[in-house]
């Protein structure tokens, strides 16, 4: 309604406003996720520069000063909390329920993260309909037609009947329909989809973020129904969204694959219900993801002669041990500092074998160029592939061909010693199934019992290992 003005009533210049709802403006850190009071150019908790921005926030219930009007809650003793084991589904994918420690436990959030495209989806729903007959489960997508998800499970030739979709971005409205169906899983496609009415920026943005989180982990724990959050990876491999996001999950997922590979690597980041470092491999196929059982079998290059600079080495990836082929090229280098390369080995790792081999090796390689790459995509992250690498170097270098059946692990330490490795005779057995005849592996890993074919070289240091092998 208009007004118009006393003085000069020409112009009506007074306009009823219905009151707008009251909001406030708050600042985020888009990095680390930290509230700040004020704007400012560098985050005070995780020094980043032009992370914090600024989130219109519907203004909630008047702050409490003190703790007038709260009530004392109950404290419980430990001892009298029932130690029953937790609840645990099996997902019907073992390699999905290896890393997530035996099955999804009720009433726990776990957050997959991974590069677009690489098939999370895919697995989800693979795993959704084959839960579906046990558990009454939910996949709620904000990315997706229904169309395009039926067209997916027709592809996947999946279980259709007893699995419920929805497609929905508003929180509000996924937990009004979550109070109503009550499915015991539920799953959420992509959380950085959602939004939440009482937050008034772009969905994806940090708070939306962390408050749809928030909601959905409030429910999780009070209502026991496991919930499964997909999120985005940005483009440093980082799960897109605020750090706080991982603390507050249980179980953080990251699914990964070599560029071009059909084989993807589901790794657990942070499990509050099982163990991390455990990895479950994939193979994509044109009907979905398989599970490949057997993966030391896959990481072995199929070429039936071998070359110079190739040598397997078993690894322990989590509860199982796993072949691995480590290739290294030496050659001379142009440039007045020779190039080092290290794919699926750390670079300073590298740096460091490449210092012992020469001090302790008596290899001097200050002239020549060093790549060293893991066959199959895979980052080893233990220590225990050190004198593989070092053996793949030198043979590489002297362009000697390394006996078939060879194989080695063990640590470099940094004066020459080998150290040894936890589960030796387990990584022994894993050799002599796969038929390699001989190992070359630290003096303290040497094996108790008798190792069949596998003949077997327990050496003391570097100098030792070289020999053993190119003499
Ligand atoms: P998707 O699960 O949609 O990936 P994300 O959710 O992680 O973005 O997977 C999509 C890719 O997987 C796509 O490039 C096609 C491929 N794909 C197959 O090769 N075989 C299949 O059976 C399916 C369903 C997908
Ligand atoms: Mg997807």
Request: net charge neutral; charged share 20%.
């Amino acid at each position: 309604m208009g007004l118009i003005c006393y003085k000069c009533p020409i112009l009506p210049v007074l306009t009823w406003q219905t009151p707008m709802a009251k909001s406030k403006l708050v600042f985020h850190c888009t990095a680390c996720g930290s509230n700040l009071g004020k704007w400012a150019g560098q985050c005070p908790d995780c020094k980043s520069w032009n992370t914090v921005e600024e989130f219109r926030v519907a203004a909630g219930a008047r702050r409490k000063v003190g703790f007038a009007g709260a009530t004392a809650s109950l404290v419980t003793p430990l001892s009298s909390v029932p130690s029953g084991d937790t609840q645990r589904v099996e997902t019907g994918l073992a390699e999905l329920d290896r890393v997530l420690g035996g099955g999804l436990v009720s009433g726990s959030v776990v957050l997959l993260g991974g590069d677009p495209g690489i098939g999370k989806s895919t697995l989800l729903l693979q795993a959704a309909a084959r839960l579906s007959g046990n558990l009454k489960s939910l996949y709620v997508t904000g990315e997706e037609s229904l169309q395009q998800i039926g067209l997916r499970a027709r592809r996947l030739g999946v279980e259709r009947e007893q699995l419920d979709c929805l497609t929905e971005t508003s929180v509000e409205q996924i937990l009004a329909t979550v109070q109503k169906v009550q499915p015991q899983l539920l799953i959420v496609d992509s959380i950085q989809t959602l939004q939440s009415d009482d937050i008034d920026s772009a969905p994806g943005s940090v708070a939306q973020v962390r408050e749809s989180a928030a909601r959905l982990v409030r429910y999780a724990k009070t209502s026991g129904c496991s919930i499964v959050l997909v999120g985005h990876v940005t483009k440093e491999g980082a799960l897109a969204g605020p750090r706080i996001l991982e603390h507050m999950v249980d179980a953080v997922l990251y699914f990964e694959s070599d560029s071009g590979s059909r084989y993807r690597i589901i790794r657990s980041f942070k499990n509050r219900f099982g163990t991390v470092n455990e990895i479950g491999v994939f193979a994509m196929t044109g009907k979905g993801l398989k599970q490949v059982s057997n993966p030391s079998a896959i990481f072995l290059s199929s070429r039936s002669t071998p070359t110079p600079g190739t040598i397997v080495t078993v690894t322990r990836e989590g509860t199982r041990p796993m072949l691995l082929e480590i290739q290294a090229l030496v050659d001379d280098s142009q440039l007045a500092n020779p190039r080092r390369v290290s794919i699926g080995l750390e670079h300073n790792r590298l740096a460091m074998l490449l210092a012992v081999l020469h001090r302790h090796g008596g290899v001097s390689l200050s002239s020549q160029d060093v790549f060293l790459n893991v066959v199959g995509g895979l980052r080893i992250s233990e220590t225990g592939s050190d004198l593989a690498a070092v053996l793949a170097v030198v043979s590489s270098y002297r362009d000697l061909v390394l006996p078939e059946g060879l194989l080695a692990f063990g640590e470099l330490g940094l004066s020459g010693e080998l150290r040894p490795v936890y589960n030796g005779e387990e990584r022994l057995k894993e050799a002599a199934v796969h038929g390699f005849k001989h190992a070359v592996i630290p003096a303290a890993n040497a094996p108790r019992h008798d190792t069949g074919k596998l003949r077997v070289s327990a050496v003391d240091t570097l100098h030792d290992a070289l020999q053993s092998v190119f003499t």
